[in-house]
């Protein structure tokens, strides 16, 4: 079945400084890949999900570019700030119903 | 925006007992999902269902059992409640296309003691 894989479980950096959490997909078929954030104490919820054509998904100030010969999704933004700490997972979906997560990036941004 | 209830947030079980987590969607979705999170797995999908009358296993559905009576309602029923499954579990609905996201309730905290 669909797999997603986060290698990183905890990332702590500075504010101001580049983050890149990873994300990398297995399927069967073309996927299409969701980045979901998690406040502390609340629910998970949507932040950017892929395009079917070559456009780069963004939201505040974060973007992923979706690899297919590669099978990654990374989340990228180019400077930290403290209220993006939080909890972050990747997610694939291929078949209408079936939403695989990884195993969550958790995100420390330090003044 | 997309309303999830879940309900209790809060339940403590004995081993053994059985135990039911509802939940209620009203934007008439068709998919409806029950993940459990837990530190070092993220968000583990254990049913989830395509509508009304439809159940399936997710990736860890043993020891759990699903019903979708409605459109508006997902159950999740742990029959013999173990200390195993002590955990937070979400449920969370979306359409049935790939590319639409889903939207979460706040979350069960179950305690199994």
């Known amino acids: 079945g669909d797999s997603v894989t986060q290698t990183e479980g905890l990332v702590t950096l500075t504010e101001g400084l580049p983050v890149m959490l990873n994300c990398t997909y297995q399927?069967?078929?073309?996927?299409?890949l969701f980045w979901y954030v998690q406040h502390l104490n609340e629910a998970p919820k949507l932040l950017l999900k892929?395009?079917?054509?070559?456009k780069r998904p963004e939201h505040q100030g974060f973007h992923a570019t979706l690899h297919k010969s590669s099978s990654s999704f990374h989340l990228q933004k180019s400077s930290a700030q403290l209220s993006d700490s939080a909890l972050y997972y990747c997610?694939?979906?291929?078949?209408?119903?079936?939403?695989?997560f990884g195993g969550g990036t958790r995100l420390t941004v330090r003044p | 925006e997309a309303a999830v209830t879940q309900s209790p947030r809060n339940k403590v079980a004995v081993t053994g007992g059985k135990v039911t987590l509802s939940c209620n969607q009203t934007?008439?979705?068709?998919?409806m999902y029950w993940y459990r999170q837990d530190t070092g797995h993220g968000l583990r999908l254990i049913h989830y269902?395509?509508?009304?009358?439809?159940?399936e296993k997710g990736d860890i559905p043993d020891g759990y059992k699903a019903s979708r009576p409605s459109q508006e309602n997902f159950s999740l029923i742990l029959e013999l409640a173990t200390p195993s499954q002590t955990s937070v579990y979400f449920c969370?609905?979306?359409?049935?296309?790939?590319?639409?996201?889903?939207?979460f309730g706040k979350g069960t905290r179950l305690t199994v003691v």
């Open positions: 969370a609905s979306g359409e049935n296309n790939a590319n639409t996201e889903v939207f």
């Open positions: 399927s069967t078929y073309s996927p299409f």
């Open positions: 892929s395009f079917t054509d070559n």
């Open positions: 997610a694939s979906n291929n078949a209408g119903a079936k939403l695989t």
């Open positions: 934007n008439n979705h068709n998919n």
């Open positions: 269902s395509y509508g009304a009358g439809s159940t």
